[in-house]
């Protein structure tokens, strides 16, 4: 290709306060030069709307905050079309973190060439990608194993969904809250949770006490908030709590009081633990063996996944207004 390329991009314009309006995000053209020698020019394909992009819409984040005028960024699979860089050929499949535009050009070191795709090629941004790393080093940052009674929330969400079924692959009791009936009949009847609980119905704790009559050992927690302290209510003695997110918190305007229980982790001697995925990203290939066979083997994994055509993230995610521009645009 010897001339420019004209691709589409989604821009922040201004930071949101509180939830997100379209308002806040624009659609605009770049012109993208050839690749150079070293580089790719890459067609997108798939790309991942996550929670913790809106934390990076703040003007302070726990990662390099978005800034307005420019693309927005995050985890996207795409076609090579054009490569100047030994060892990438077009048709390749890749991931980078050049989502929110349509094509882009990089430099080969700044994607990652998958070898042997699965089908959809979206797997490789769910399952078998962040969103999966995240539900299995949750796990096993709490050492969740056979016998755990286990509970998750956000369980029908992309991280939730994986970790809850990690947990019962192995050996574990597991509980999952969702906002809605139908989303608990799949927990339970696709997803295989032995339980599942809609934190909407106005109850709870009540709910979850129904549900896990026993206490549960392990918090797998994704919401934060009410879903936190009632965790903590029903834990038993020495149970561990893996903090992977806190999502019903990422649109106030300021933090809310913490839950009102705390004083049980000294009771109950129990274990609090947060993480942060890129901190773990070396674990990748082990992760990989452990769940690739799994995924291969045709388990409910590979229903969920993370893309553009995710009703989950449509509906659910915190960045969903800038998800249904970005719909728009394709
Ligand atoms: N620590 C890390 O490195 C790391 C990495 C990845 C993700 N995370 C965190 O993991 C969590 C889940 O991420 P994800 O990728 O799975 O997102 P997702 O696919 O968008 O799912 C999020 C789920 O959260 C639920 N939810 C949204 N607002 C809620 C509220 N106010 N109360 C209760 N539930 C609510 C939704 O469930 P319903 O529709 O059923 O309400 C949705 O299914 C987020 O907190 C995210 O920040 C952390």
Redesign the pocket.
């Known amino acids: 290709m010897t001339s420019t390329i004209t691709s589409s991009e989604i821009r922040l314009v201004s930071r949101p306060r509180g939830l997100p309006t379209l308002e806040n995000f624009e659609r605009a053209q770049s012109e993208l030069a050839p690749p150079r020698d070293g580089q790719v020019l890459v067609r997108n394909l798939y790309m991942s709307v ?3 992009m809106r934390a990076r819409m703040h003007e302070e984040a726990y990662m390099p905050p978005f800034q307005p005028g420019q693309a927005l960024t995050g985890a996207a699979i795409g076609e090579v079309v054009q490569s100047q860089a030994s060892g990438l050929a077009p048709g390749d499949i890749v991931s980078s973190a050049y989502g929110w535009r349509e094509y882009f050009v990089a430099d080969a070191a700044d994607v990652r060439r998958i070898d042997r795709p699965f089908q959809p090629v979206s797997t490789h941004l769910g399952v078998l990608g ?2 999966g790393l ?1 539900a299995w080093v949750g796990l096993n940052l709490v050492d969740v194993k056979a016998g755990d009674r286990v509970f998750v ?2 369980a ?5 969904s994986i970790a809850g079924q990690l947990a019962r692959l192995r050996g574990c009791f597991v509980v999952g809250s ?3 009936a139908a ?1 608990v009949r799949m927990l339970r009847d696709e997803l295989g949770f032995d339980a599942a609980v809609n ?1 909407r119905n106005g109850d709870l704790l009540g709910e979850l006490k129904a549900a896990a009559p026993e206490g549960i050992d392990v918090y797998f927690d ?2 934060g908030g009410e ?1 936190l302290e009632a965790a903590i209510s029903i834990m038993r003695p020495h149970g561990r709590i893996s903090a ?5 918190t990422y649109n106030d305007e300021r933090p809310s009081p913490g839950p009102r229980n705390l004083f049980e982790i000294v009771t109950k001697r129990l274990t609090i633990r947060g ?3 890129l901190d773990s990203l070396d674990q990748m290939p082990r992760f990989l063996a452990e769940v690739t066979p799994l995924v291969a083997a045709g388990s409910s994994f590979a229903k969920r996944r993370s893309s553009r055509g995710s009703t ?2 449509r ?3 915190s960045t969903c207004c800038a998800a249904a521009m970005w719909e728009r645009c394709w």
């Open positions: 996550d929670p913790y962040g969103t995240s929330s956000g029908a969400g992309a991280v939730g969702a906002g809605s989303k934190y994704n919401v879903h992977c997110g806190a999502i019903s993480f942060i995925v989950a993230h509906r659910h995610s």
